[in-house]
């Protein structure tokens, strides 16, 4: 029974919500949608102007979606909610698709840049999305500014667009032949080389140290024979261990490597997607 009444209150709210933004869906190229009233209407109305412009400008569909939680859409996972949102709600630019929506999920704090279409794909990188994102975007997101970190992600549309149209699209920064230096190979025998030259130095420096002192036969030559008197005096040798421990720092297992060019799911999209 319980099943049967989440499905049914699925159903409803999807069909109250396709009559409150029917024109959201009607070929809407720019559009602001905010259930969560967080925005207020003057924002809202400025938002949808910036994001028109750009679309008009070169013909996407630009969108900012703030829903107060996916799960209401029976969605847990963020880019497969705005994959689902683009299908219903917000279809792109009309006869190709071409889109880009900034959503937000407020129950869990998820965001997801989405873009559809060959022209945004190849605009937007995998670099270039997680760099607009989490260097311009993020910092207002987590101070609650959402009308700055919207109004900063939709002037930053324009100049990822023309660098693409001039032929050097914002991705994985080109290295100089200085940059790249040798080959692995070189590298490591330079390594090598380099390492065993500094340990042989460190052995002569402490082989000088110790050139005057000599190895004592037994731990008696250690004691002074005035302070403790040894009853037995045998050396008996126990065992040695040792221990190791592997450190691994926040910044090298989160940090993320780009290849260059745009990761497209079978949705004919591409994302850049986590939490504020």
């Known amino acids: ?11 409803l709210l999807l069909f109250l919500l396709s009559l409150s933004v029917f024109s959201f869906a ?14 207020t209407a003057e924002q809202v109305e400025s938002l949808k102007q910036m994001a028109l412009e750009v679309s008009e400008s070169y013909q996407l569909g630009v969108y900012i979606t703030i829903v107060r939680d996916m799960q209401e859409y029976g969605y847990s996972n963020i880019e497969d909610f705005t994959e689902f949102w683009y299908d219903n709600y917000a279809p792109g630019w009309e006869g190709t ?13 998820s965001y997801d840049f989405f873009v559809h279409g060959d022209m945004c794909n190849a605009a937007f990188t995998d670099y270039g999305k997680d760099t607009l994102i989490h260097d311009y975007v993020l910092h207002y997101l987590s ?6 970190g919207f109004e900063i992600f939709i002037k930053h549309l324009s100049r990822y667009i023309e660098n693409w ?6 991705d994985v920064p080109a290295r100089s032949s200085e940059e790249e230096g040798p080959h692995p190979a070189s590298d490591g025998a ?8 500094i340990a042989l130095g460190n052995l002569k ?44 720092t926040e ?14 799911t079978s949705h004919g999209s591409s994302h850049s997607s986590g939490h504020f």
Request: charged content about 20%; glycine content about 6%; proline content about 1%.
């Open 205 to 248: 420096k402490h082989k000088r140290a110790l050139s005057n002192i000599r190895k004592a036969t037994n731990a008696n030559n250690y004691v002074l024979a005035s302070q403790i008197v040894f009853n037995v005096r045998t050396d008996t040798y126990m065992r040695s261990s040792t221990h190791t421990e592997r450190i691994v």
């Open 26 to 39: 009607s070929a809407q190229v720019a559009e602001v949608y905010d259930e969560t009233g967080m925005l």
């Open 97 to 109: 698709g071409e889109a880009v929506n900034f959503c937000l999920s407020m129950a869990d704090r």
């Open 251 to 264: 910044s090298s297992s989160s940090s993320r490597s780009y290849h260059g060019g745009t990761t497209i």
């Open 1 to 11: 029974m319980d099943n049967v009444q989440k499905q049914i209150k699925k159903l």
């Open 143 to 148: 101070q609650d500014d959402y009308y700055r």
């Open 190 to 197: 330079v390594g090598l080389i380099t390492s065993i030259l």
């Open 165 to 170: 149209m001039e032929g050097n699209p914002i």
